[in-house]
Nanobody
Framework: QVQLVESGGGLVQAGGSLRLSCDAS????????MGWFRQAPGKEREFVAA????????????YYADSVKGRFTISRDNAKNTVYLQMNSLKPEDTAVYYC?????????????????WGQGTQVTVSS
């Protein structure tokens, strides 16, 4: 069982930056792939970014939605049981509730666009 708590959302002007954090509790955080999804009012939940587990030979793999590629960066700190989403050059269309997600398989998050565990979400609002 993994519990996820997001923080760092807020109101920012277009072109600004925010960093979201997701604190995970439970065992073996380093064995879980982590991801971020978002849901805007009246729209379906969409995948934003994912990060795999650390491999001694290939490092860690990251994946992004085309809409955020080059602007958002996902990272993880296994010592702190935390995953981050650095969001730069924010646009009004990035406004949404952002959800942290965890799964034992990166394919569940990246390919199937779902997860085993979800946080409660944090609101990000970008004003024009």
């Amino acid at each position: 069982q993994v519990q996820l708590v997001e923080s760092g959302g807020g109101l920012v002007q277009a072109g600004g930056s925010l960093r979201l954090s997701c604190d995970a509790s439970g065992r073996a955080f380093n064995t879980y792939a982590m991801g971020w999804f978002r849901q805007a009012p009246g729209k379906e939940r969409e995948f934003v970014a994912a990060i795999g587990t650390m491999s001694s030979w290939s490092g860690v793999n990251t994946y992004y939605a085309d809409s955020v590629k080059g602007r958002f960066t996902i990272s993880r700190d296994n010592a702190k049981n935390t995953v981050y989403l650095q969001m730069n050059s924010l646009k009004p269309e990035d406004t949404a509730v952002y959800y942290c997600a965890a799964s034992s398989s990166i394919n569940t998050i990246f390919a199937l666009r779902t997860a085993q565990y979800w946080g409660q979400g944090t609101q990000v609002t970008v004003s024009s």
